[in-house]
């Protein structure tokens, strides 16, 4: 098997994991959490779920990175020179757009999971206003990189199909 392929298949294994993990998490964890016979225990399972994503999504991210780059550089774009004609075509916008939209995406991640969502869990018992304010702000940024992280995906298809959506 080529290093392309082991890159590709580690990148879209990660994409899968990633989108599909918070699809899951949205469609199913959500609304078991809210099941009032859960009532007593919904923000610790949340919490536990949150963290344990979170922990496993800082290596998704690293493989997104290594194996994105790998692959651009599998293909010649970084060798032997800026390939000009490559990165000043329409193509090459969509893997601007893309990685910009991961850029946005990584730093929205770390506000999301070091900054609102511990805020959040740290103001539950003590200050019942901060905690929803911080929890509204938790949802917003998690719906956020949800639908940043589906536009990717979308993104990583259609170019891999050669398709642009620039003119």
């Known amino acids: 098997m080529s290093f392309y392929l082991t890159l590709l298949i580690f990148h879209i294994f990660s994409a899968m994991v990633w989108v599909g993990g918070m ?3 949205v469609i199913v964890v959500i609304p078991v959490i809210r099941n009032p ?3 007593d225990q919904k923000l610790r399972l949340l919490q536990l779920t949150a963290t344990q994503f979170r922990n496993i999504s ?3 991210f690293f493989v997104f990175i290594l194996s994105g780059f790998g692959l651009l550089f599998e293909k010649g774009y970084f060798q032997f020179g ?4 490559f990165w000043t075509s329409n193509i090459s916008l969509m893997f601007m ?3 910009g939209l991961f850029t946005i995406l990584f730093l929205s991640s770390l506000y999301h999971d070091f900054v609102t969502g511990p805020k959040t869990f740290s103001y539950l018992k003590t200050d019942p206003v901060r ?5 509204k702000t938790s949802s917003f940024f998690g719906r956020f ?6 536009t990717i995906a979308i993104l990583g298809i259609l170019v891999s199909r050669g398709f ?3 003119p």
């Open 164 to 166: 642009s959506i620039f």
């Open 23 to 25: 699809i899951f998490y």
């Open 37 to 39: 016979e859960l009532k």
């Open 131 to 135: 905690f929803e304010r911080y929890r």
């Open 58 to 60: 800082y290596y998704i």
């Open 97 to 99: 757009t893309k990685i």
């Open 145 to 150: 990189n949800l639908l940043i992280s589906v």
């Open 82 to 85: 800026f390939h000009w004609d």
